[in-house]
């Protein structure tokens, strides 16, 4: 069983930035697939970015590519996402994930793990 625990949400103004952080407990944290979520009021679910357990393959979804940074620490069992230049389309509760192995997680179907949702608000 793995718990994860997001911090860094808030509200910001267009153009802001941010940065999430995302807690994994135990200490297999590295054999893990991690990545963000993020679902805006009266939408689904959707994939923003994930990371294979030594930090590589990063990949976005296309609408934050050059905006977001995804990257992890493992001594911290820590990943982040960085968000510059927010825009009010990426308001939404954003969601740590976790899946055991170095696989791709771009679907809500194939996470193992969820965090608790941290909700980020971007006003015009």
């Known amino acids: 069983q793995v718990q994860l625990v997001e911090s860094g949400g808030g509200v910001v103004q267009a153009g802001d930035s941010l940065r999430l952080s995302c807690t994994g407990s135990g200490r297999t944290f590295s054999t893990y697939t991690m990545g963000w979520f993020r679902q805006a009021p009266g939408k689904e679910r959707e994939f923003v970015a994930s990371t294979r357990g030594s930090g590589t393959l990063p990949y976005y979804v296309g609408s934050v590519k050059g905006r977001f940074t995804i990257s992890r620490d493992n001594a911290k069992n820590t990943v982040y996402l960085s968000m510059n230049s927010l825009k009010p389309e990426d308001t939404g509760v954003y969601y740590c994930?976790?899946?055991?192995?170095?696989?791709?997680?771009?679907?809500?179907?194939?996470?193992?793990?969820w965090g608790e949702g941290s909700l980020v608000t971007v006003s015009s």
């Open positions: 994930a976790a899946r055991l192995g170095q696989v791709p997680m771009t679907s809500p179907d194939g996470v193992d793990y």
